[in-house]
């Protein structure tokens, strides 16, 4: 129950914090969004939160705290590409390190109830041994972006153990659904999707036999959702459990587009994981959370989606 509760999400204009935006505000839950747009977009912003433009990674993002007095955070804000973590893992760290630990002081400064932070499942792992792999699998990050990632979750155990801030990691597969950037280098069902709806072939990289666990952006609010009150001091998987080859992604949206054309293939990226799904059995636990959204199921809202909004810009 929101209770008169106030949210705070970072990341609350991009592609998963502005669903998960939309979920507490029907909740009944004051919403506040940290943004600096750098790959957010307004269009994706509920005009009933109340928004703040801002860099996490600068003090002034902490300014917020005090003025609006949040009980929850939702920190989503983040750095995501594994490709551009490669090409700068500064940039990646001061994002997703440095970023992350002003959010946490803030947060114990200002008494927030609860820190449930946004990781990721698919990069932290490095090839997993176990197939799905484990809550509790070694992690050995192939790329900044899950060592920075790794780092956060240091962040907050650090802050629970020495000043009792309480929080949950939520580790996610490959993220998919509306919103998602078609244009950015993270997210192939939308640069697929939107690729075929312009009659464009999508490009592969490597031979398109490597697996993800791509779980419904639904699911992942959920998640989120039901974070609030379990799962305390916690890192746990969210997936599907399921492997789904690139090829096979390209092939199920080829088939609900009406696509006629092969995809394009190119080198292999540095840093990607070839094969990962994930096990959720914490989630299921902890949470009572498991993946409800059917994979084709997702792909043909996915795909209506980037219809829509293409025909809306005709």
Known sequence: ?????????????????????????????????????????????????????????QPASAEVFQMEQPDLVFHLAAQTSVPYSTRDPVKDSEVNVIGTLRMLEAARRHGVEKFIYSSTGGALYGEPKGDPCPDDHPVTPLSPYGMSKRMGELEMEFYQRIYRLNYTSLRYGNVYGPRQDPH????????????????????????????????????????NILAIDRGDGMSMNIGTGQRTSINRIFEMLKDIIGFKWGPVHSAARLGDVYRISLESTRAQQELGWSAQVDLEDGLRRTVDYFRETAQAAM
Do not use: C
């Open 1 to 57: 129950m929101a209770d008169g509760r106030t949210a705070l999400v970072t990341g609350g204009a991009g592609f998963i914090g502005s669903h998960l935006v939309d979920r507490l505000l029907s909740l009944g839950y004051r919403v506040v969004v940290i943004d600096d747009l750098s790959s957010g977009k307004l269009k994706n912003l509920n005009p009933a939160a109340s928004f703040h433009h801002s860099d996490i990674t």
């Open 184 to 223: 950015g280098e993270a997210g192939v069902i939308a640069i697929f999707s939107r690729a075929m709806l312009e009659g464009k072939q999508p490009e592969i990289f490597g031979d398109g036999s490597q697996d993800r666990d791509f779980v419904s952006v639904d699911d992942v609010v959920e998640a």
